[in-house]
């Protein structure tokens, strides 16, 4: 299995960076993943577990073609998806911290194809490298485009 994760702290409240991530996805996730060259949803209205999306990514200069489905989604908490046409894993957690964010994004990889075994330890750094620069994006966006939180009260 290939797994990476990487989290940081985005000094926004909570509700709008889920809203930001989760229920603009569709519209938010090719601008902070670069490597995404085509998305497209696969079902109506917002998005909810069951929802479905393709894709066309371009990773190290390797094209690839998914289907995957939102396989868990807490307003507020968690968004999380699962290839369909190939197998993979991918969560979005979100937790308070004061009045902003913490975000954690993981990617896992159950298996490697056969051919690509001998470069395991490449797509290891190669996919923690894309997980870290994921969550620095996220942050940079969310940011620079969504108000920051009132100050407590004194």
């Given at each position: 299995m290939v797994k990476a994760q990487a989290s940081t702290l985005i000094r926004r409240p909570p509700a709008p960076v889920f809203a930001f991530v989760a229920d603009n996805f569709h519209r938010n996730y090719p601008r902070w993943s670069p490597e995404v060259k085509q998305f497209q949803p696969l079902s109506e209205g917002p998005i909810r577990t069951g929802w479905m999306a393709r894709q066309v990514?371009?990773?190290v200069g390797r094209r690839s073609e998914a289907t995957f489905r939102v396989s868990g989604y807490e307003p507020?908490?968690?968004?999380?998806?699962e290839g369909i046409s190939r197998p993979f894993r991918v969560d979005y957690r979100f937790e308070p911290v004061?009045?902003?964010t913490r975000i954690t994004f993981t990617?896992?990889?159950p298996r490697l194809e056969l051919v690509w075994r001998p470069f395991e330890r490449l797509i290891r750094?190669?996919?923690q490298d894309s997980a870290e620069r994921l969550v620095q994006?996220?942050?940079q966006l969310a940011e620079a485009e969504l108000p920051p939180a009132d100050p407590p009260p004194r």
């Open positions: 990514r371009v990773d507020g908490r968690c968004l999380s998806f004061h009045h902003h990617f896992e990889l750094s190669t996919v994006s996220v942050k």
